[in-house]
């Protein structure tokens, strides 16, 4: 248990023993293993940077591990600099918040960051490894100096992670990312741009073969007016050691206020774009219908080395048999655990369900050890005598023999249900010691967040 170091209790020492110098007493590496166990603790850190000079690199390692700009701290990280910017290649991770808000109030921020580009520029942020943007408008950055100074700066990061960061269209999303080369983490929670605080999505499904120019060629992708290359050359190929690749969700307003449709060029693109498999991590959130055909062809083109698959479908009304057409999960022969979220929360989503049993059906991977899911209480109890036994002839698959978990997350608005009788309908994996149940109460965003 830590304590605050002013509540700590001094001891009277002897006259005889002098100053007392801890790294007379304890060796290097018991020193680290001490501040290491306080990188929490910033209070406690800063006080082991004062205890002597041989603590202060591993103090700052921790306290400048992770830099947060925003509006409400960006002048004041400004005068820090310049008083010194000997902290800056302890930062390891970089983290920019700044809310969708007026114009005025973005460019305030932006000059601000022009300002701080001569000190990291200088410095050159060499051990930044990961980028965190989170409710920025790129849109408006877009033909702004500043937007190419955080592409210069941040190239050689490994993970970029998008929370609710706007974009005009999918030909900058694409400009965006291919800005950063070395990515090894890509987590994309992306919407489209605000005009007069209204959305306006186009609700016109693009057809997927007119995407395609010259595909015997090696082919492009037509992105509005624009035809972008699918690959690039041999010696420089896209994220070579690119592993986790997550198109997560945001806030409510991302999944029906804004046109996550047109993911499908995004997905079109790296489908032809990235190297030979070597994703290991994949996550599909809110595939909408638009989306079925271009996401079948990433997995198709990726699925070789995926271990992890967590997916959702977004569109109630997707029926099993455009998802069966165009999703085959037969190709990811390396599965190891499947995720299937958002599965439905009330009765009438049961379909849902249904189409879950289907794409378990698909599966040949002789490694996979997990599944799961998550849906409201209301889709199970739904489920007819002929439904279950369906999930049941699905669990007994062969290729299902090795499961090690099946978890259903399991939430509810009132009261938590008995799991006695879902555990009673798999009674098989109930046997086996397989089967396990977490009842979670419903909030008004566990739908779209989880």
């Not at 499904?205 to 690959?231: K, N, Q, R, T, W």
């Not at 991590?281 to 070789?304: F, K, M, P």
């Not at 049993?357 to 698909?362: A, C, D, I, Y």
Request: charged fraction near 15%.
């Amino acid at each position: 248990m830590s304590s605050s170091p002013s509540k700590r209790m001094s001891l009277p020492v002897a006259q005889s023993v002098g100053c007392w110098l801890p790294n007379q007493i304890l060796p290097p590496e018991l020193c680290d293993i001490v501040i290491d166990f306080l990188h929490a603790d910033r209070a406690s850190l800063m006080s082991c940077s004062l205890v002597c000079k041989s603590w202060l690199p591993a103090s700052r390692l921790h306290l400048w591990d992770t830099l947060k700009l925003a509006p409400c701290n960006i002048d004041g990280f400004f005068i820090l600099l310049s008083y010194s910017s000997t902290f800056l290649p302890y930062i390891q991770n970089v983290e920019i918040e700044n809310a969708f808000t007026k114009f005025t109030h973005y460019e305030k921020f932006w000059t601000r960051w022009d300002n701080i580009i001569p000190y990291f520029s200088s410095r050159r942020l060499d051990n930044v490894s990961s980028l965190r943007l989170s409710k920025v408008s790129w849109g408006l950055l877009h033909d702004m100096k500043w937007s190419s100074s955080i592409l210069h700066t941040f190239s050689d990061v490994k993970a970029l992670h998008l929370s609710n960061v706007s974009f005009d269209n999918n030909f900058q999303v694409i400009q965006f990312l291919r800005s950063f080369p070395r990515l090894e983490d890509l987590s994309m929670a992306i919407c489209f741009s605000f005009v007069d605080d209204e959305l306006f999505p186009n609700d016109e499904d693009d057809d997927l073969a007119a995407m395609i120019v010259d595909e015997a060629d090696g082919g492009a992708v037509m992105i509005g007016d624009e035809i972008l290359p699918f690959g690039c050359a041999a010696d420089t190929p896209l994220w070579p050691s690119l592993s986790t690749l997550h198109f997560t969700q945001g806030h409510l307003f991302d999944v029906f206020g804004l046109n996550l449709s047109s993911r499908q060029e995004i997905f079109l693109w790296m489908a032809y774009f990235l190297p030979a498999p070597a994703i290991r991590d994949l996550v599909l959130y809110s595939v909408t219908t638009a989306e079925l055909e271009s996401c079948g062809r990433l997995l198709h083109a990726i699925g070789g080395s995926i271990e992890t698959l967590t997916i959702s479908f977004l569109t109630i009304f997707t029926l099993a048999s455009q998802i069966s057409e165009h999703i085959d999960l037969s190709c990811l022969t390396s599965l190891q655990s499947l995720h299937f979220r958002q599965v439905g929360w009330e009765a009438c989503d049961c379909a849902k369900l249904s189409t879950a049993f289907m794409l378990l059906s698909q599966i040949r991977s002789p490694f996979i050890q997990s599944l799961s899911f998550s849906l409201g209480v209301g889709v199970l109890d739904s489920l007819g005598g002929d439904q279950w036994e369906s999930l049941t002839q699905a669990l007994a698959s062969p290729y299902l023999s090795g499961l090690q978990t099946i978890k259903f997350s399991i939430y509810y608005h009132t009261q938590a249900p008995s799991e006695k009788l879902y555990r009673s309908r798999l009674a098989d994996c109930d046997s086996k010691g397989i089967l396990h149940f977490e009842f979670l109460p419903a909030q008004s965003s566990c739908l779209f967040t989880e």
